[in-house]
């Protein structure tokens, strides 16, 4: 069974500082990985996305992920966290054919000014 | 283009009653999928529709059912009610099959209470 561990529930980083966030995978197949972003009282809404090819992904806003298959990983990154960052992130996996998505627990994100 | 928009924005009913949650899905989109989010966690699949046929269900007992619409709109229905049933309700949809490509595009969500 698929399953996905996000380290950390709750990250704090300052505003224009570098944001991580990680996310481990457990999958038998070749995953393909997601990562989302919710607003406070609002849906998810995708940020990026790996299926194939290039292990470096860009998404919106700023942020990126790299897919390490070694190590069982996809973590977020952004340069340079801005305050408008502020949100629960999940990571998802989902094995083709699946037909569902598995998400982890959640971080969620402060910048402090 | 429209996106996912579900209703209502908020319900609050008691235990043992039923439950109707609306989902329409984008333009073009065929498949809906449901997950529910439980405060502090993270959305799980409840089932997914395509082609107003039911495909691929998770770890949900049976009161948890649904429709699919000839136009795609989709209704979750919750038979029941019970306190943990308390969640936020989301609606995805994309086109064909959940797959390689096809991103699952969410709604808002319906926060339902159950006391």
């Known amino acids: 069974a698929q399953s996905v561990t996000q380290l950390g529930s709750h990250v704090s980083v300052s505003e224009g500082a570098l944001v991580l966030l990680r996310c481990n995978y457990s999958s038998s197949v070749p995953p393909y990985l997601f990562w989302y972003v919710q607003y406070p009282n609002q849906g998810l809404q995708l940020l990026l996305k790996?299926?194939?090819?290039?292990?470096l992904v860009k998404g919106i806003n700023g942020f990126e992920a790299e897919f390490k298959k070694s190590e069982t990983s996809f973590h977020l990154t952004k340069p340079s966290a801005h305050m408008s960052d502020a949100a629960e992130y999940f990571c998802?996996?989902?094995?083709?054919?699946?037909?569902?998505?598995?998400f982890g627990q959640g971080t969620r994100l402060t910048i402090n000014p | 283009e429209t996106g996912v928009t579900q209703s209502p924005t908020h319900l609050i009913k008691t235990r043992g009653q039923q439950v109707t949650l609306r989902c329409s899905s984008q333009?073009?989109?065929?498949?809906v999928s449901w997950y529910q989010q439980a405060l502090g966690q993270g959305p799980q699949f409840i089932f997914q529709y395509y082609r107003e046929e039911e495909n691929g269900r998770g770890n949900f007992p049976p009161r948890f059912s649904g429709l699919q619409f000839p136009n795609y709109s989709s209704e979750l229905n919750v038979n029941a009610l019970e306190l943990d049933d308390s969640a936020l309700y989301l609606c995805a949809s994309s086109s064909g099959l959940a797959g390689v490509t096809e991103t699952q595009y969410f709604g808002p969500g319906t926060r339902l209470l159950v006391l």
């Open positions: 998802a996996v989902e094995t083709q054919g699946a037909q569902k998505l598995v």
């Open positions: 333009s073009g989109h065929n498949t």
């Open positions: 790996y299926t194939t090819g290039a292990t």
